[in-house]
């Protein structure tokens, strides 16, 4: 019976599988066909009434329209905006000026500046901001989604100021500080090793890291190490943003000292025809980099680190239950404090101060809609499949099989557990919801370290987001590459099952050592 339910529950993730990898069929489509097919099964086997499916599958649209789709069309709008204004030829002249090696760039904006908007925005914005800007200075705009796919796998547990990890202690009754310092002790090796394979993944091979690797270890040590001391002694609302920050200073250092002289294999066009012209002054630079200044500012500012403006804004919101079984969660609706709406607010000051006019605001805010709604549905099926799964039980059967026969080598599979909730959410913060429990009561019948197997599902999460629709559905919309989705997916599939076979001995020879 249990094997049944596993097979039944898994056919929704295998046919998305199958139907992205095998069929080539476009994220949208293949999303809206596992949507229905969830739907069937819930009905048909879990016996969930037609008005739970319906009401399921409501809170998960609303779910991905408010807070996911907000800031994923924020983030592109703030892009779209840029290249409207013009500020972001500004931006890739600044950048030239650092380097002309592609591969520092991807160093310099794939990992660091996507590792800063990661732990400040979270919800695809460390996916669809610095891919589309790889993709904009000449990088290949796959190389830049897949590159931009598997360095985000490490910093998601403290993604949005740290919301994945809190929500996490949250769930499962452990100290947040204790946690935080579990979650970078198990994640330090995957995360100090990503800028080398974001190097070789946009230099296409092993041998782009010729000459790079002195910057390479730059950019690995001066992320890690801050981000490390961070969540250890601090928290998980600042790692994130302090080790990006520190990076992108390291990185920019480096390459000065490293790679002065510039490898014409991996030269980019813009160094050859901008390169030259005249030095950009600082008003200019603040201008063009005045959204991107904005969305920290106010990030900042309505984070639980600035409590006057975050206690005064926070209480604006709406709760409503739209699940009409039992078990149902309430549904909160932050009108003003939700990274999307900072996200807008900040583009529209900065497009402003970039000279842009509201007409100019509303024709690329329409032209963002109308480019992105196959990426909008991809994200709001796969949301109302995930509710579906989770209020029939589906979810909890799979984790169940996969618990009973693993045993005392669970550890081994608990970082896929957490990837597998991410495949289907795309959120690392509704996988600690939904598997976080479950790991730690797991750990505690097994006599294992509840934290340790607690970060280890967050780890995982961060891993499974390499691989969800809808995280591969943002990148491929951000660099104009919509229908790729299925060679996305079976190019980041390699980096995925590296990761999760890592990151499973990694938790298993903790688990032995007792952390």
Known sequence: MLLLEFVLAMLPIIW??????????????????????????????????????????????????????????AALFTYNLTL???????????????????????????????????GMAGFGTAVAIPA????????????????????????????????????LAS???????????????????????????????????WRALKGMVPTTLVAAA?????????AYFIGPELPDIIGSICSMGCIIAAAKIFNKEPNKEYAIQIAETEAGQKTMGIGEGLRAWSSFILIFLFLMASSTLCPPIHNAIAGIKSTVAVYAGEGGNALSFSWINTPGVMIFLAAIIGGAVQGATFGDMAEVFLETLKKYWKTILTICSVMATAK?????????????????????????????????????????????????????????ALGLNATWMAAANVMGAGIGKMICPQGIAIGAGAVNMV????KILNKVFWYFLLYVIAAGIICYAGGLMGL
Not at 24 to 41: I, P, Q, R, S, W
Not at 184 to 193: G, R
Not at 222 to 230: E, G, H, K
């Open 84 to 118: 409207k204004t013009g500020a972001m030829e500004s931006v890739k002249k600044m950048l030239a000026g650092v380097s002309s090696d592609k591969r520092v760039l991807a160093l310099l904006i794939g990992w660091g500046f996507g590792n800063f908007m990661e």
């Open 222 to 230: 001066s992320f890690t190490a801050p981000w490390f001391f961070t």
């Open 388 to 444: 579906i799964m989770g209020y029939s039980g589906m979810i909890s059967d799979i984790a169940k099989f996969l618990v009973a026969v693993t045993g005392s080598v669970y550890p081994l599979i608990a970082p896929l557990i957490g990837a597998l909730g991410a495949f289907v959410t795309g959120s690392g913060t509704s996988t600690c919801v939904l598997f976080g429990g479950l790991q730690s009561e797991t750990a505690a």
């Open 171 to 205: 769930v499962t009754g452990t100290d947040l500080t204790p946690l935080a310092g579990s979650v970078v002790t198990i994640q330090c090796i995957l995360t100090f090793i990503s800028p080398f394979l974001m190097v070789c993944i946009c230099g296409k091979g």
């Open 483 to 486: 229908g790729s989705e299925s």
């Open 16 to 73: 998305l599988i199958v139907a992205l990898s095998g069929l080539k069929m476009a994220g949208h489509k293949a999303c809206v066909a596992a949507l229905a097919l969830t739907a069937v099964l819930a009905g048909g086997y879990w016996g969930l009434d037609a008005l739970c499916i319906a009401t399921a599958a409501l809170e998960g649209v609303l779910n991905a329209l408010w807070p996911i789709c907000l800031v994923i069309v």
């Open 132 to 167: 589309s800007m790889l993709a904009a200075i000449g990088l290949d705009p796959i190389s830049a989604v897949l590159g931009c796919l598997v360095v985000n796998s490490t910093p998601t547990a403290f993604g949005s100021v740290g919301v994945p990890t809190v929500t």
